[in-house]
């Protein structure tokens, strides 16, 4: 398993519409942070708000996300959240009738990785902002106001283990912050499953890469990054979610054992190496601008002793918007 010492609680989240037709938008994660950022803070006492309502102030003073969401001019906040989170909703469809699920991934990074947290103010703002009516979200048919909360689960490695069903909740229950990574083995594969392509399932707006000083520019493939993008962009992530400064590799992968880090380095050099068959990409509004989602398909398999770090990536989300559940993708 990674030796990296990174605290992150997963919550797969179960929302269940209790109205007649919903209309959930495919930046639902956006609408998500603002609402419920705001219920949050709603909930704490004023010193501990503040911080909340500064980060969601820009929001706020443009109408909310709602309003937001219709000005292209408006400026989406890279970090809503005082706290680093993800938020991420994987399901495509977009109408939603009476009782059935929707299906949304809240992840608590670092500091922020708390489970009384979750249990005593997020999840209680996620249902009030399943019962409190929001006149604007009414009139676009949105599900807010009209749902409850029908479950919640927690990951412990690549498992789920419910915390909370049907109203009632496992308070003696104490998960780890380490376990998200329990079974994520650096191992090669073995064979048997080919692995030749990545799935965006949200867009991916890349950091641009620094070379003598200067910001240039990722260089994509149709708007889709190849697997040397990830690497990098991982790196930029793993910078901003560890402490300390610097940007050495050393540094960056503090809590990787030497074998590990050797790993790494290689995996990294290989990955650029890896042609691209085809690129399928297809532009989507996300925030009332155009971005790119799809799939790139390669003309060998992905080297085995790649995929586990592919997969640390495909957790921590990489580029920029993370907190929207920008940087999601799949590999197959």
């Known amino acids: 398993m990674f030796h990296l010492k990174l605290d992150i609680l997963r919550y797969l989240i179960v929302i269940k519409f209790k109205g007649t037709l919903a209309n959930v938008p495919i930046s639902f994660?956006?609408?998500?942070?603002?609402?419920?950022?705001?219920?949050?803070?709603?909930?704490?006492?004023?010193?501990?708000?503040?911080?909340?309502?500064?980060?969601?102030?820009?929001?706020?003073?443009?109408?909310?996300?709602?309003?937001?969401?219709?000005?292209?001019?408006a400026e989406i906040p890279l970090h809503p959240w005082p706290i680093e989170a993800v938020a991420?909703?994987?399901?495509?469809?977009?109408?939603?009738?009476?009782?059935?699920?929707?299906?949304?991934?809240?992840?608590l990074i670092g500091n922020a990785a708390d489970h009384g947290f979750f249990l005593e103010v997020l999840l209680p703002a996620m249902e009030e902002a399943g019962r409190t009516p929001i006149e604007e979200a009414r009139h676009s048919n949105r599900l807010w106001g009209a749902y409850e909360i029908s479950a919640v689960y927690i990951a412990s490695g690549s498992k789920w283990r419910p915390i909370a069903e049907e109203g009632s909740i496992d308070l003696d229950y104490r998960?780890?912050?380490?376990?998200?990574?329990?079974?994520?083995?650096?191992?090669?594969?073995?064979?048997?499953?080919m692995l030749d392509k990545i799935t965006w399932l949200t867009p991916f707006d890349p950091y641009?890469?620094?070379?003598?000083?200067?910001?240039?520019?990722?260089?994509?493939?149709?708007?889709?990054?190849?697997?040397?993008?990830?690497?990098d962009q991982l790196m930029i992530r793993l910078?901003?979610?560890?402490?300390?400064?610097?940007?050495?590799?050393?540094?960056?992968?503090?809590?990787?054992?030497e074998e590990e880090i050797l790993l790494f380095e290689g995996a990294r050099d290989v990955s650029r190496r890896i042609?691209?068959?085809?690129?399928?990409?297809?532009?989507?509004?996300?925030?009332?601008?155009?971005?790119?989602?799809?799939?790139?398909?390669?003309?060998?398999?992905?080297p085995g002793h790649i995929i586990p770090f592919l997969t640390l990536a495909s957790i921590l989300h990489i580029g920029r918007y993370t907190q929207y559940g920008f940087g999601t993708f799949i590999i197959e």
Do not use: C
């Open 275 to 302: 042609p691209v068959l085809r690129t399928d990409a297809r532009q989507t509004n996300h925030f009332g601008r155009r971005r790119m989602m799809g799939t790139q398909i390669f003309a060998t398999s992905i």
């Open 29 to 73: 994660s956006g609408e998500f942070l603002s609402i419920v950022g705001n219920a949050v803070a709603d909930r704490l006492p004023t010193v501990q708000a503040r911080p909340w309502r500064k980060s969601l102030a820009e929001w706020n003073e443009s109408g909310g996300f709602l309003g937001a969401h219709r000005n292209k001019d």
């Open 88 to 107: 991420v909703k994987y399901q495509h469809k977009r109408s939603y009738g009476y009782d059935e699920l929707v299906f949304l991934e809240l992840k």
């Open 239 to 257: 910078n901003s979610l560890t402490p300390g400064k610097g940007e050495s590799l050393e540094r960056l992968l503090d809590g990787f054992t």
């Open 208 to 231: 641009p890469q620094e070379v003598d000083g200067e910001d240039v520019p990722v260089k994509l493939e149709k708007g889709l990054p190849r697997p040397d993008v990830i690497f």
């Open 175 to 193: 998960p780890k912050p380490n376990q998200w990574i329990e079974d994520l083995k650096l191992v090669r594969t073995d064979g048997s499953r």
